[in-house]
């Protein structure tokens, strides 16, 4: 089974940069227009301005607070493979975890931040002992996906 939520990511991406220009559109037409100068349903340009700024800085610290994260998992070889990065701004460093399937011990799926952020820890069998990996955020993904990944993990985990 593959899990990729490329197109997720991809999407969330552009959304940010249509807000982005969008946003710097509407600034330009608020300050160059005479209708919104004087005041459109009896609000400034300014003070459509800072609303607008406001509603960009939600949106942008909200992807910040869930932790989004690209996420690729494949079960198809010898090994489970999890390839992730974060999608917050200057860490887009891509991690991978490659586990053999007869090392995997374990996998738990951990709701933090009342529910808003989802990670997925990993525990592989190692001669020292068991290893646990660090939480990976999983926020980003469908319901549909994370239960095909918790279905698939199932089949590899030692413990039950």
Known sequence: MIIDIKRITIGLQLRKL??????????????????????????????????????????????IIRNYNYFFYNDMGGKLVFRYYSLAPLSKRLHTVEIPKDRFYKFEIVKKLFGMQIYVILYQKTPQGIAKYPPVSISLMKNRQRNDLQASLLMFQKTK
């Open 18 to 63: 249509l807000f982005i220009v969008l946003l710097g559109i509407a600034i330009v037409l608020f300050y160059y227009m005479d209708i919104f100068r004087d005041g459109l349903f009896g609000i400034t340009g300014s003070t459509w301005t800072i609303v607008m700024v406001g509603l960009y800085v939600v949106y942008y610290v909200w992807g």
